[in-house]
């Protein structure tokens, strides 16, 4: 299950962008998720809190957004292009390419410090 090593990289990454001496601890983590990006929305649910385990994040919640896969035609670049087209509906090419849907991204996570919350983008 590589959605485990996903979610430690989450937490590397959250935790590598607040100081321990200001933060008490993170709300809640979002991430963007394309749907060819290989991972598994209910596994990295599943292995976030593991991954969190005795960190700022400990007890933080995951909100996991999917990203649709879309495709671009690459000769005019008429977007998008519906799944299934062999063919630029536009132009007529062949030059089709995956626009979207491979992302794995973090988009925010909200912080909880003494006497305030703050949300970072």
């Known amino acids: 299950m ?5 979610a430690q990289s989450i937490v590397d990454v959250v935790s ?6 200001t933060v ?4 809640s983590v979002s991430v963007l998720i394309g749907e060819m990006s290989g991972v598994d929305a209910k596994l990295l649910e599943y292995a ?16 996991i ?3 649709p896969v879309s495709f671009a035609c690459r000769a005019c670049g008429e977007s998008p292009i519906p799944p299934g087209n062999a063919l630029c509906p536009q132009c007529g090419s062949r030059e089709i390419e995956l626009a979207s849907g491979r992302e794995l991204d973090i ?7 003494p006497g305030e919350e703050q949300s970072v983008s």
């Not at 590589?2 to 996903?6: D, V, Y």
């Not at 590598?16 to 001496?21: C, G, L």
Request: aromatic fraction near 10%.
């Open 48 to 63: 976030f809190p593991e991954a969190a385990q005795g960190t700022p994040l400990e007890n933080a919640e995951l909100f």
């Open 107 to 113: 988009l925010s996570f909200e912080l909880f410090t």
């Open 24 to 27: 008490s601890r993170v709300s």
């Open 65 to 67: 957004e999917t990203k």
């Open 16 to 21: 590598n962008h607040i100081d321990d001496q």
């Open 2 to 6: 590589h959605e485990l090593s996903i």
